[in-house]
């Protein structure tokens, strides 16, 4: 399987734990997006890196939030005491940035409940 | 800003019944487009695209074209399966590089 993959596909916490997701990107892709979707919403962007450069963050992305992509290959995403709030569906994508216009392309994302 | 709008749904169709979901996107400069397709639980699959004005995408079955005139890119298929079940996305791609979609249209088909 040479798509994206992300894990883990489910996770359930409680108010206050950290969570971390990981998301491992096409391998020949160099730009790495996380978005964020609640039910019955469009996803909306996080964040996204350039190789391991971190390029652009949304103000939907709050200090509790922090993402990484050590080594310009996998990514993880990291959230410290969870609120109810943060419950919901999150997506990574990848790219190319030298062909395609920047289509990306989707994992199967990491549904998040928090109680 | 940089938005999207669709249709809300849920949109109903008989199995092989003609489908339009309307999308239209904000005039900021010449954007990309997508549409994507998410099955229940899954994440998105890309399911066609255009990149100038003018442009179709297709992909099996579907059709989208690129107006820039009316800043539309309407999603069509001639004849509905019951497979095509799923929450349609419209999307542009920002000079960000990120995309911004628009709320989403879920179509049901029935047999």
């Known amino acids: 399987d040479t798509g994206v993959s992300q894990d883990p596909r489910h996770k359930i916490t409680k108010r206050g734990q950290n969570v971390t997701f990981r998301c491992d990107p096409i391998?020949?892709?160099?730009?790495l997006y996380w978005y964020r979707q609640t039910l019955g919403q469009g996803p909306e962007f996080l964040t996204y890196f350039q190789n391991e450069a971190q390029l652009e963050k949304s103000r939907l992305l709050s200090d509790r939030f922090s993402a990484e992509r050590p080594k310009g290959s996998f990514s993880t995403l990291e959230i410290q005491r969870t609120e109810q709030g943060d419950s919901a569906m999150y997506l990574c994508?990848?790219?190319?940035?030298?062909?395609?216009?920047?289509?990306?392309?989707f994992g199967p994302g990491t549904r998040l409940l928090v109680l | 800003g940089n938005s999207v709008t669709q249709m809300e749904g849920p949109v109903t169709l008989s199995e092989e019944a003609f489908l339009t979901i309307n999308c239209t996107y904000t005039?900021?400069?010449?954007?990309?487009l997508f549409w994507y397709v998410q099955y229940p639980g899954e994440g998105l699959q890309l399911l066609l695209k255009?990149?100038?004005?003018?442009d179709k995408g297709s992909n099996k079955g579907f059709e989208a074209t690129y107006r820039k005139e009316t800043t539309s890119f309407h999603l069509e298929k001639g004849s509905v399966q019951v497979s095509d079940s799923a929450v349609y996305f419209c999307?542009?791609?920002?000079?960000?590089?990120?995309?911004?979609f628009g709320g989403g249209t879920r179509l049901m088909v029935k047999p």
């Open positions: 999307a542009r791609l920002n000079a960000g590089n990120m995309l911004t």
């Open positions: 994508a990848s790219s190319w940035s030298g062909s395609e216009r920047g289509t990306q392309y």
């Open positions: 255009a990149t100038k004005a003018d």
């Open positions: 391998s020949e892709h160099n730009r």
């Open positions: 005039a900021t400069g010449y954007p990309s």
